[in-house]
């Protein structure tokens, strides 16, 4: 289960009071901070994403945006990808899709290890698993895969 960023941009929808540029140092270089770590980070625009960084009309209408998200065509994109701060480059909104034997998407697993799903044999399955589960996060992910297809569920 590789998860693979599509870039839609909602997880950076409503940063924009969480990663703040506190100052800017030079024509792409900024001083900013991670608020809900209390982390500082200097930050410098990628250099092929420079042309959308100066766009300002998108952060102008999203004001509660991150001040680094652009559009780029249909994509939403991150313009600090190399300088973004570490729970940024690790964030994964969805670690696995779980669907019935026929592929049929029944539910996602996202990245706090809880269930959205409306299916109602999956939801008392994931009962038993929050019951089971190791509680150490970690081995959880795999141990919720495979408790998963034991039960009969593909899972990606
Ligand atoms: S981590 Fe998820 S929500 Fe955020 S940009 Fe990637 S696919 Fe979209
Ligand atoms: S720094 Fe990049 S990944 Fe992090 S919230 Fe901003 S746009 Fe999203």
Same mark, same amino acid.
């Given at each position: 289960?590789?998860?693979?960023?599509?870039?839609?941009?909602?997880? =950076?929808?409503?940063?924009?009071? &969480?990663?703040?540029?506190?100052?800017?140092?030079?024509?792409?270089?900024?001083? =900013?901070?991670?608020?809900?770590?209390?982390?500082?980070?200097? #930050?410098?625009?990628?250099?092929?994403?420079?042309?959308?960084?100066?766009?300002?009309?998108?952060?102008?209408?999203?004001?509660? #945006? =991150?001040?680094?998200?652009?559009?780029?065509?249909?994509?939403?994109?991150?313009?600090? /990808? @190399?300088?973004?701060?570490?729970? =940024?480059? &690790?964030?994964?909104?969805?670690?696995? /899709?779980?669907?019935?034997?026929?592929?049929?998407?029944?539910?996602?697993?996202?990245?706090?290890?809880?269930? /959205?799903?409306?299916?109602?044999?999956?939801?008392?399955?994931?009962?038993?698993?929050?019951?089971? @589960?190791?509680?150490?996060?970690?081995? #959880?992910?795999?141990?919720? #895969?495979?408790?998963?297809?034991?039960?009969? &569920? /593909?899972?990606?």
């Amino acid at each position: 289960m590789v998860f693979s960023c599509r870039q839609c941009g909602s997880c =950076c929808m409503y940063l924009g009071d &969480y990663i703040v540029i506190r100052r800017q140092t030079g024509p792409f270089t900024f001083e =900013c901070e991670s608020v809900s770590t209390g982390t500082s980070f200097k #930050a410098e625009v990628d250099e092929d994403k420079r042309e959308i960084f100066t766009d300002f009309s998108f952060p102008e209408r999203n004001p509660t #945006a =991150c001040p680094f998200l652009r559009p780029d065509g249909d994509l939403l994109r991150c313009t600090i /990808h @190399r300088d973004s701060p570490g729970q =940024c480059k &690790y964030f994964r909104c969805v670690l696995m /899709h779980v669907s019935d034997g026929q592929g049929l998407l029944l539910g996602t697993v996202r990245g706090t290890l809880d269930l /959205h799903s409306d299916d109602r044999g999956l939801r008392t399955v994931w009962e038993e698993i929050v019951r089971k @589960r190791p509680k150490d996060d970690g081995e #959880a992910e795999p141990w919720i #895969a495979s408790f998963l297809i034991e039960n009969g &569920y /593909h899972v990606d």
